[in-house]
């Protein structure tokens, strides 16, 4: 597992921000080593492919895939494998799983055509919408529903019933540009009329949803802001960090992080992806797989499900409210 974090105002906490983030790389580095270990490492700083070998026809195309650091690395590999795995051999195409630490890196990647596929959250999916025409073929439905929300998470044994608990406290973001773990958050502050560095006593990003978990779990941290899916996820799953949280407040639904094609993409392989991921329910193989992510669907998206998320980062683009009363509520 390997995740990167880094404080957002150092300034006279320095010395505790550095403290806090020291427990954490070593607590991420002793559980990355304790499990999954034969699963193969990417290595971010030198910007690799991790290229699924296992079966590899070179006389077959292949399908350039790019999943967003919404989990770590391992677990990453571990959620999608099957579901990348599945979409490939429809098309009859061999799989390079694509990593990168951060949402704006597969944003580039899509932004370059250097990606036929990826799975990325809703915040940059909006945003890269905006600015480049993303194109998104597919929202999974879960529990019934085409939408998502953040989750406000403390430790089950803390006192803190609120956001406005938190004041002077630790938090951990997920990704800069996470929705759920990041936008979210700071739009709940912003209508407070406080910014995270005046609000918080330190602030660390995990880069990704299930190291904030973790970190919670394990009072590294006080509070984080989490997908609710994933949290979902691992409560039904894997409860072992989530079991050890608490949900205080939950954000207003917004539509699901997509599956975004490069708009390079053939029409006629398009065509076909998006008729086999949307068709995938009715397969037996694809609805045991989709089972097994607590996915019943994937659906085609509507831009009603994303206008929430446009309408929240055009009011987080406007200046800060200096100051702000804590006691005001969102």
């Known amino acids: 597992m390997n995740a990167g974090m880094k404080p957002s105002f150092p300034l006279q906490r320095n010395h505790l921000s550095v403290t806090l983030l020291s427990a954490f790389w070593m607590l991420v580095s002793f559980t990355s080593c304790s499990r999954d270990t034969d699963y193969k490492q990417v290595d971010f700083s030198q910007k690799t492919e991790a290229l699924r070998t296992e079966g590899v026809n070179s006389g077959r ?63 940059p999916f909006v945003t890269g919408n905006e600015k480049f025409g993303f194109e998104a073929i597919a929202t999974p439905v879960i529990r019934g529903q085409p939408v998502y929300q953040s989750y406000l998470i403390v430790h089950r044994d803390s006192p803190f019933h609120a956001l406005e608990d938190l004041k002077g406290r630790d938090f951990a973001f997920t990704d800069p540009d996470s929705n ?86 053939d029409p006629g392989l398009k065509s076909t ?18 089972t097994g ?20 980062l055009d009011r987080l683009s406007q200046d800060d409210t200096e100051g702000g009363d804590v006691s005001k509520k969102p």
């Not at 098309?91 to 036929?116: A, C, S």
């Not at 992510?293 to 929240?312: C, G, H, N, S």
């Open 61 to 123: 195309q292949t399908l350039r895939v790019a999943v967003a650091a919404m989990v770590s690395p391992k677990e990453t590999f571990i959620y999608y494998r099957e579901l990348i795995d599945y979409i490939g051999a429809k098309l009859d195409r061999d799989v390079v799983l694509v990593q990168r630490k951060t949402y704006g890196e597969v944003n580039d990647l899509l932004t370059r055509e250097h990606i036929d596929l990826a799975f990325i959250c809703t915040g």
């Open 180 to 265: 759920t773990g990041a936008m979210v958050p700071r739009y709940w502050l912003k209508q407070m009329g406080v910014k995270p560095e005046t609000f918080f006593r330190t602030v660390i990003y995990t880069y990704s949803h299930d190291n904030a978990i973790m970190a919670v779990a394990k009072k590294l941290v006080d509070a984080a802001a989490v997908d609710g899916h994933l949290w979902e996820y691992y409560q039904l799953r894997n409860d072992f960090y989530s079991g050890k949280t608490h949900v205080i407040k939950k954000s207003e639904p917004f539509g699901s992080p997509p599956l975004v094609i490069s708009n390079a993409m």
């Open 273 to 290: 992806l998006v008729h086999v991921v949307l068709t995938m329910h009715e397969d037996p193989e694809g609805l045991r797989i989709l």
């Open 293 to 312: 992510l607590l996915i019943d669907r994937f659906e085609a998206p509507r831009a009603e499900w994303y206008a929430p998320v446009k309408t929240m």
